[in-house]
């Protein structure tokens, strides 16, 4: 167990920098483990692709419930959890690709990421809401989907900010004169 956590979190790593396409032996490498210990966990790249993203994918739906406890108010969470959403997305080169394949594999897991993150997105949407943080009426899948298309340009364009772009959608969902509303972020 403790290779396969080290065999994620090195994967992990090589895929933000070099791609799903990464080879092999890097991931070896960075996690310190030889190609059979890898392929024993794994015997696909596949098999890794969607191991890492499913690892992923828990810890930012696991994070929502605690940053809503933690967070100062409804709205903060909502943001904080927005942000480690960005970070999934554009830190993930190739995972558009994967998710888009033919791979019954990579088509589960698509259904899997939306299985999971949009009850927690619902659930911090609903929390904000019911604070007067934000307008009624926003859909977990809607929101997701808008800040997913926000952050697709980035790959192609070092001058695009998407994170950015996803502070404005925030503010824009904002009610006027919501409680502890910083307007400056």
Same mark, same amino acid.
């Given at each position: 167990?403790?290779?396969?956590?080290?065999?994620?979190?090195?994967?992990?790593?090589?895929?933000?920098?070099?791609?799903?396409?990464? +080879?092999?032996?890097?991931?070896?490498?960075?996690? &310190?483990?030889?190609?059979? @210990?890898?392929?024993?966990?794994?015997?696909?790249?596949?098999? $890794?692709? @969607?191991?890492?993203?499913?690892?992923?994918?828990?810890?930012?739906?696991?994070? &929502? +419930?605690?940053?809503?406890?933690?967070?100062?108010? %409804?709205?903060?969470?909502?943001?904080?959890?927005?942000?480690?959403?960005?970070?999934?997305?554009? @830190?993930?080169?190739? $995972?558009?690709?994967?998710?888009?394949?033919?791979?019954?594999?990579?088509?589960?897991?698509?259904?899997?990421?939306?299985?999971?993150?949009?009850?927690?997105? !619902?659930?911090?949407?609903?929390? !904000?809401?019911?604070?007067?943080?934000?307008?009624?009426?926003?859909?977990?899948?809607?929101?997701?989907?808008?800040?997913?298309? $926000?952050?697709?340009?980035?790959? &192609?364009?070092?001058?695009?900010? %998407?994170?950015?772009?996803?502070?404005?959608?925030?503010?824009?969902?904002?009610? %006027?004169?919501? %409680?502890?509303?910083?307007? @400056?972020?």
């Amino acid at each position: 167990m403790r290779n396969q956590r080290t065999l994620l979190d090195a994967a992990a790593e090589v895929f933000v920098t070099s791609g799903v396409d990464a +080879p092999i032996r890097e991931i070896a490498a960075r996690a &310190g483990v030889g190609l059979g @210990t890898l392929y024993r966990h794994f015997p696909t790249r596949a098999d $890794l692709v @969607t191991a890492v993203y499913r690892h992923q994918i828990e810890a930012c739906a696991e994070a &929502g +419930p605690s940053l809503l406890a933690d967070a100062a108010s %409804p709205f903060d969470a909502l943001r904080q959890w927005i942000d480690l959403f960005v970070d999934f997305l554009v @830190t993930k080169h190739g $995972l558009a690709d994967a998710l888009q394949s033919d791979d019954d594999r990579f088509a589960a897991l698509h259904t899997h990421f939306l299985d999971r993150l949009m009850p927690v997105c !619902a659930q911090l949407l609903d929390a !904000a809401t019911d604070a007067g943080d934000i307008r009624p009426g926003i859909q977990p899948y809607e929101l997701m989907r808008g800040i997913g298309n $926000l952050c697709v340009g980035r790959d &192609g364009d070092p001058r695009y900010d %998407p994170r950015r772009l996803v502070e404005l959608l925030l503010q824009g969902l904002r009610r %006027p004169h919501a %409680p502890d509303g910083d307007d @400056t972020r």
